[in-house]
């Protein structure tokens, strides 16, 4: 994959360097492991962006904001997962925190295919997310009560929207702007809107909205 802005093989010395000036806590070995498993975290990227239908396949811009946001949680959960280093994953959280306004911890299991409109505010808990996931700035997946949502395929959440609790989220499913899906299901396919007395509404949307962000959705 090319790289742009940076030459590829300076790509793990400058995610160390920033790691190290945010937060300046001394000599951590486990920094090396950013070296050891960037090829996997790239592979993953690039899967990622080849299906963003707005994003050129085969390439990452390091200087774009929402690709070095999926970047950095892809990192993050790829050594957490092969190596349970909390010290090197927690530092990478919390660089995309810093950089990004953005709270995805690096345990959760984000799916192989998603697109981050604008990462501000957004707060994911460690909830069922499936894949062609769609986020907007200000977003949340959040318990209620220790109870987490299931988001199936295709999910769209659009600005200042909210997902809680013991929802069950089915496939294509939209959430409009503004409104908060609270320890209820939606419908396939359809487009949630805030109805009176807060309750939810249900309409077909005009056309296949998930094709406007990805290529193979």
Known sequence: MKIIHL??????AYVRTQITQFFPTGEDPELGLIDAHLDEALGRLERCIAQVRMWTPGQFDVLHSSQYCIFLYYL???IWRREQARSVCSKLFLLNKMLNAIDCFYEIDLP?????????GIVLAKATYGNHLVLYQNSTVGKNHGEAPVLE?????????????????????VIAQGVSVISRDT????????????????????HDILSDFFRDA
């Open 7 to 12: 030459e590829c093989s300076r790509l793990a």
């Open 76 to 78: 993050s959960n790829t």
């Open 112 to 120: 192989e295919v998603f697109f981050i409109g604008h990462s501000v």
């Open 153 to 173: 395929d295709g999910v769209i959440l659009y600005p200042n929207t909210a997902i809680i609790g013991r929802c069950h989220v089915r496939s294509r499913s």
């Open 187 to 206: 419908e396939a396919g359809r487009i949630a809107y805030q109805g009176s007395g807060g309750g939810l509404v249900f309409k077909a949307p005009g």
